[in-house]
């Protein structure tokens, strides 16, 4: 048995975080012992440096009398980051300690366990606690025997890659061998670290040379949901591969010493989690890495189309649309042996070539992935029972939409402000129909002299008031629409970011650039008796003085800018407060289609070439790939629980803390756009003096019917 060994390291941070640099500095750490010659550098005061996350066992953290509080803290953060640092290390043991007292720190799926301070006379508890590094108790797994970590050749202590050992299948295109037991992946990188103490998703990617990458998704499974994700895809691409979705050539639940990997009790109120891993056999890059605005507007159209598909055909709702799951520049690992959905309709290159190509050549612009928070909308006898699962909120914060966050309709008198469906002019009409027929384009179309809106008749003349007892009375559910909205959140939040190739920044567009990007970054989901009162601090966004929408755009994306504001007018609105709704639950996906075909037409000689991966400076951004670092000072001391809980080894249970958490649980517009509107009398002479030269293109745009 390896030997644990403490050293100081109280001066410099731990280094090699799988993504992002969080810099934590436990005073104390527990180590290997190092073999030979081999020795951690020694910092200038005598404590040791450069000591790499992934051969850290433990974690200690030192302060003085009266400082047990911040002592815990620390040291649970410690624990957050270990988790996401390690993912060979399904739970983690940390200790904090100040002159008279010590406490044991056990992070897991479930979350953080803190035991009571124990005075260090009290020296079973703290063999307890060093015995529980080398055998822990039951249901602690500490280790995960199928993944571990490689430092590069002749570099010890480098920044490591992980080596993956997956049972039961092999990738089609992998070996030529039949199947196997195992399947063995060297050099996987994390790109994505998740909340550690609830999913805990962990994505690796793994580049294979001449070949598509392979990407390995693990997380912690709630064992009490209904549904799961790689049930679902597999029901996806039940008959035959759905274009634009990700596909699962292998999902397991990952086992130690002949156990699934499992934490909790299920009759308990945390339930249980088990730990879970996917093989991917599609990849994608990020939207903000999009090569033009074309590109971008493109991958969003066939992400829109993949959607509405997945909910009519399939019957699968996704329910998490966002800037973390819609992908782009999608690549594939060949699947031998398999066909692709016969049925889907044309994706947006098909569209602009005027003409299908064989299914199994389609490529989509966009890819989807994560249906973790998916469900399955089923019929007949199971239809209760899924139309409660659709009462459940899940979403990204940014990118959900508004219903969702509110779980109720949004109130306000813009959101009776209906628009037609927009109609598409010259070549898109032409090319739309020559691939989707003419009976497509007329079922969504409004005839223009009638007095419907999306199909839809709009109410009477609400009050305020009323318009609230109606909202009141609208069952809540996850609608289809709910996910196109999430979808143009998408959308908006990366137009706001991107550089286009060029482009020069002004003090203007630079702050209503800030005072947008920190309204949407800002905004949460409400809980408990705040949802009713709670106004959603997205709506400023869309729905106030149409100059100050457009200046947070630079001049190169007026035309973007534009786009965005009509897909705004389709958003806003509440559908469930008409007399009559829209007939097809898949209305906004084609408005928003329909607005998007017509700006490809329009600029298929201008694509507004981007700087992949180069984002406009704003106050704060999203963390890259996903990595939540944020403030965990607070964690342990607001909203707990205190209960019970199973001491180290050794110990009779204690009182600890415990908190979990799921991953993603996860303007008023008056009718200032309407045709010859008075309220579009911008620039006013104290105006600034951004897209002043453009603001009568922008407003002829708005009052122009066949605009974008």
Not at 633 to 645: C, E, P
Not at 676 to 683: A, V
Request: charge should be neutral.
């Amino acid at each position: 048995m390896r030997q644990i060994t403490f050293i100081d390291h109280h001066s410099c941070p731990l280094v090699h975080f799988p993504v992002g640099k969080p810099d934590i500095k436990p005073d104390i750490l527990g180590i290997y012992k190092l073999g030979g010659t081999l020795n951690y550098p020694i910092h200038y005061d005598g404590s040791h440096r450069d000591v790499p996350y992934h051969r850290v066992e433990t974690v200690i953290e030192v302060k003085t009398i009266g400082e047990q509080l911040l002592a815990r803290r620390q040291a649970g953060s410690y624990v957050y980051h270990m988790l996401q640092a390690r993912p060979d290390r399904p739970s983690y043991y940390g200790l904090s300690a100040t002159p008279k007292y010590f406490q044991i720190l056990y992070g897991s799926p479930l979350g953080l366990v803190v035991s009571a301070p124990t005075p260090w006379t009290d020296l079973a508890k703290l063999c307890s606690y060093v015995h529980s590094l080398y055998s822990p108790p039951a249901g602690h797994f500490l280790h995960d025997r199928t993944i571990s970590w490689d430092e590069p050749p002749g570099q010890p202590f480098g920044r490591p890659s992980w080596t993956i050992r997956a049972r039961r299948t092999t990738l089609p295109d992998a070996q030529p061998e039949a199947e196997r037991e195992e399947d063995v992946y060297h050099g996987a990188v994390p790109v994505f670290l998740g909340y550690p103490f609830g999913r805990r998703t962990t994505i690796f990617r793994i580049r294979r040379d001449g070949r598509a990458p392979v990407i390995v998704k693990e997380y912690y499974r709630d064992d009490s949901r209904r549904f799961d994700e790689a049930e679902l895809l597999s029901h996806i691409h039940s008959d035959g591969f759905v274009p634009g979705v990700v596909r699962t050539v292998s999902s397991e639940l990952v086992e130690a010493d002949g156990q699934t990997i499992t934490f909790g009790d299920p009759d308990s109120d945390t339930g249980t989690r088990s730990k879970r891993r996917l093989v991917m056999a599609d990849a994608g890059v990020e939207l903000e890495c999009a090569k033009s605005v074309n590109d971008l507007l493109k991958a969003a159209y066939d992400i829109l189309e993949v959607h509405r598909t997945l909910a009519s055909q399939r019957r699968v709702l996704h329910r998490d649309m966002s800037l973390f799951n819609i992908l782009m520049y999608p690549t594939h690992s060949q699947c031998k042996g398999a066909e692709w959905l016969q049925s889907f309709p044309p994706l947006i290159d098909e569209i602009l070539a005027g003409e299908r190509c064989a299914p199994e050549l389609c490529k989509p612009r966009g890819l989807l992935i994560d249906f973790d928070h998916s469900a399955l909308l089923s019929d007949g006898d199971n239809q209760v029972r899924t139309s409660k699962e659709l009462r459940h909120r899940t979403g990204t914060p940014i990118y959900i939409a508004r219903a969702v966050a509110a779980s109720r309709e949004p109130v306000s008198r813009a959101v009776l402000d209906y628009h037609k469906m927009p109609v598409l002019y010259g070549k898109a009409k032409e090319l739309y129909i020559r691939l989707h027929g003419q009976a497509r384009y007329d079922r969504y179309t409004d005839d223009p002299k009638g007095d419907t809106f999306h199909g839809g008749l709009r109410p009477e003349s609400l009050s305020p008031i009323e318009i609230s007892q109606v909202a009141n009375r609208v069952p809540f559910y996850h609608r289809w629409r709910y996910d196109a909205e999430s979808v143009f959140w998408t959308v908006f939040s990366v137009l706001l970011r991107v550089r286009p190739q060029g482009s020069v920044e002004t003090e203007e567009t630079q702050k209503a650039l800030r005072l947008k990007w920190t309204t949407l970054k800002a905004h949460s989901i409400p809980q408990g008796a705040a949802l009713a009162a709670h106004p959603d601090s997205r709506i400023n966004l869309i729905d106030g003085d149409p100059y100050a929408f457009f200046m947070a755009f630079p001049p190169e994306l007026r035309d973007a800018a534009i786009l965005l504001f009509r897909m705004a007018e389709q958003v806003f609105p509440s559908y469930a407060y008409m007399r009559q709704p829209p007939p097809h639950d898949d209305h906004l996906h084609e408005a928003l289609q329909r607005l998007i075909l017509n700006y490809l037409i329009e600029h298929e000689d201008n694509p507004i070439p981007l700087t992949p991966g180069s984002l406009r400076p704003a106050a704060e951004a999203i963390p890259k790939d996903g990595l939540e670092v944020g403030n965990y000072s607070g964690m342990l001391d607001s909203g707990v629980k205190t209960k019970g809980t199973k001491g180290t080894k050794g110990t009779k249970g204690t009182k600890g803390t415990k908190r979990t958490r799921e991953e993603s649980e996860g303007p008023t517009r008056q009718s200032a756009r309407k045709a010859g509107g008075s309220s579009l009398s911008y620039p006013r002479d104290d105006d600034p003096p951004v897209f002043r030269n453009d603001w009568s293109y922008i407003q002829r745009a708005l009052e122009d019917d066949r605009s974008v």
